[in-house]
């Protein structure tokens, strides 16, 4: 069974950095794309970041040059580094595996960003 397990959120002031990782396990991790999104309090989860199978990115105009995307293969783990980080940054981050016929969630986890 699939399971993503998202770990590495915390408090971070303005300009800090945080790295989250995403364990993966229950399928075939490089054959899959592998995505990042975000939700902050009363707003629609947003899309973050994508790696594709062949360690292709792309990032949400509002995390270039900040974020960046990567994974692991044989650790089955895909990770965001994030720098520079802004308040408007603060949102649960969660791990997401798009298949065909569904998509996979982690449990999320919270980023907060605040002196």
């Known amino acids: 069974q699939v399971q993503l397990v998202e770990s590495g959120g915390g408090l971070v002031q303005p300009g800090g950095s945080l790295r989250l990782s995403c364990a993966a396990s229950g399928f075939v991790f490089g054959s899959y794309d592998m995505r990042w999104f975000r939700q902050a309090p009363g707003k629609e989860r947003e899309l973050v970041a994508v790696?594709?199978?062949?360690?292709?990115?792309r990032l949400a105009d509002s995390v270039k040059g900040r974020f960046t995307i990567s994974r692991d293969n044989g650790l089955n783990t895909v990770y965001l580094q994030m720098n520079s980080l802004k308040p408007e940054d603060t949102a649960v981050y969660y791990c997401?595996?798009?298949?065909?016929?569904?998509?996979?969630w982690g449990q999320g986890t919270q980023v907060t960003v605040s002196s």
């Open positions: 790696i594709g199978i062949d360690g292709s990115t």
């Open positions: 997401n595996l798009p298949t065909r016929s569904f998509l996979y």
